[in-house]
């Protein structure tokens, strides 16, 4: 436990605004406000990664991304990775630590949360309504798609009007073309995806030369990671980050003041002045270090006065339908993930016996050892099962809303550490009955529409584990202190000047990629702070 | 370098691998299509893969069936599927490590991704086309009254 009384060194640098963790939401937020003349540093554990290095270009590229570039960091334990304890949870939870955070990773799919996302108390009678209204975030997604370029198309009947998209959609080739008719077949609702991927020329990074699996890093940045969106902004304009430098603890004085960091850089402690502290770290990762950094008087963590630091951890809970279509097809050509969604189930409707509901993002075929992998056996059926599947499905995963509940939750692993000897968070998580429901309700529906496309095979992974993409809810935001850990702005509500802002504000879920959301909250912090001043 | 199998080691696995990738059309199965080399390459330095290959190789050997039939080269290939199975179910982390090595090696294989009309080296820096966004497509669609939940 620290000791109030802390003694920081005169030669310690000072910044009015120390951002912890560059990912998604922290550049967002840098950028921002070191536009309007703020001083920004930014601490991450990680570094920047030269997109050269990316396994695409690489003839070993599917082994890469089962080893160095795993989408888990417990497999790919990477020095900057902090290994994550998830006996306890039948989802596996998946980030990227360094510059750009999960961005690196990422697929981009981009949609946005719809206005009853906002509502889920007051329409179906659990988890609690968000202090702030889709209104109050449209502006600031419609600035996040200005500045992570998002390609996409007005019109879509399940969503409400917005802004025109700054590029076109992505292309949805012959498979999303031939899916998007057996959705119109069926009269059921899809629409292009929205993706943070260029469909042309953007900002100076070139168009998406459709190569498919850019999960693994994209070494042309047609994706958008905030590598190379939001931070050589900021950096412009005078932001600044130290890479490779962990945070171990926020330091605190007696009243209701954050006053800096202790962070680890080359195996040594150094200590960073502050006058704001603004957590990006994650769903997982924020909750961690307000949990790390308890002191004498926060015996139980930094903003955890309601005892909600770490609890409510939504993933999205995903299953996978995928169809197998006879022919000589070659379904990988083209962005994995990028193609199209529907949302025909998304809302409530009374006559389900679940509340919320979910969305289908449709995915093409993966590499050879991928399918290998995937869709084969090994003996004497191995040969027929590969030339069946490989190029040849075409499926969706389905997001299904997840719902707030205290037992799922993000501790303190009491034996797991990591590289610099910090507690390693454990996560403890249950799959709920409503998410089952969804689920199961899903798997019919998308069955359907895959036969209606002309699937010869229909199979379904009921719960996919691999699957903690979404990292949600652990520090929610609230207007009662008492019920919720930071206020509408993210303010910790028993601080005066730390904030919060990633996907741990989250309230509920949704049934949608999260990004385009965090960001926008992570905005709208910004301008907050810097109208106040 | 110190070899990273025994040559008994390495016979039983040339043996698994022709079991678990057996021949196809002009192609020997996987065992004897030399991918051990490419294995040791590729994985030398991912030392947990090669650790949970030989665990899965002793175990086999250890096997009681095995040790009856005095070695895995004596069983009826029958037998030796069953066994192999056993192993599985046991060590599934360790097993699913060999199929990922095996599957990986022998998709990189120049005469197997001819075989299978895998053309390309890397999905970068080439990607590949798609014809171009066509507009027409929402025409149905579009004709769906505008449905999410206004609040
Ligand atoms: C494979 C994959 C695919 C995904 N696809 C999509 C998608 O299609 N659409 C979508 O909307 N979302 C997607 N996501 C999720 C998306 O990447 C995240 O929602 C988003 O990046 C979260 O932003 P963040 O800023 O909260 O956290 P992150 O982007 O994860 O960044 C957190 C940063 O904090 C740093 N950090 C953590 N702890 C410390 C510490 N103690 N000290 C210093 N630094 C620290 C980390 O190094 C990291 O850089 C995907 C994620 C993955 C892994």
Known sequence: MQNQKINIPNNNREVDY??????????????????????????????????????????????????????????????????????????????????????????????????????????????????????????????????????????????????????????????????????????????????????????????????????FGCTRSSKSSTDFTYWPEAIKYGAKIITYARVKKILTDEKRRGIGAEYIKNGKVHTIRANNIIVACNGIGTPRLLLMSATKNHENGLGNSSGLVGKNLMFHPYALVKGYFEGDHKFYKGPLANILMSQQFYETDKSRRFIRGYSLQMIRSTGPISTALSDTEWGSNHHKMFQQSFGKTLGFSIIAEDLPEEINQVVLDEKLHDSSNLPCPKIIYKLSENSEKILSHAINTTSQVLEAAGASKIVNDPLMKKAGWHLMGTTKMGEDPETSVTNAWGKLHDFENIFIIDGSLFVTSAAVNPTPTIQALALRTADYISNRK | MKELFTLTEERLLKDLMNIMIPPIDDLLGAGDLGLLDEIKDLFLKRPHYIKSIKKVIEALSLHPETRLSGGFFGMEDEKKINVIKEIENELSEDFKKLTQALFSVYYLDERIKSRIGWDIKSPQPKGFDLPPWNPKILDNVKKLKPFWKAV
């Not at chain 1, 070191?34 to 001083?39: M, W």
């Not at chain 1, 570039?69 to 306890?88: G, I, S």
């Open chain 1, 18 to 215: 120390l951002v912890i963790g560059s990912g998604a939401a922290g550049s967002a937020f840098a950028w921002r406000l070191s536009s309007r003349g703020f001083n920004v540093t930014c601490l991450d554990q990680g570094g920047f990664i030269n997109p050269s290095s990316y396994p695409t270009t690489d003839k070993n590229w599917e082994v890469l991304g089962l080893t160095d570039w795993n989408w888990d960091p417990n497999l790919r334990n990477n020095k900057a990775d902090y290994p994550v304890n998830n006996q306890e949870s039948p989802i596996d939870p998946l980030m990227f630590n360094a510059v750009g955070g999960s961005t690196i990773h990422w697929t981009a799919h981009t949609p946005r949360f719809h206005p009853s996302d906002f509502k889920v108390k007051s329409l179906d009678g659990k988890g609690d309504d968000w202090p702030i209204t889709y209104y109050d975030l449209e502006k600031y997604y419609d600035l996040n798609d200005e500045m992570m370029g998002c390609a996409g198309i007005n019109g879509d009947p399940a969503n409400p009007e917005r802004s025109e998209r700054p590029m076109p959609p992505l292309p949805l080739g012959e498979d999303g073309e031939m899916m998007a008719r057996a959705f119109d077949k069926l009269g059921w609702h899809w629409w292009p995806s929205d993706s943070y991927v260029n469909s042309v020329n953007y900002k100076g990074r070139k168009k998406c030369n459709y190569c498919g699996p850019n999960g």
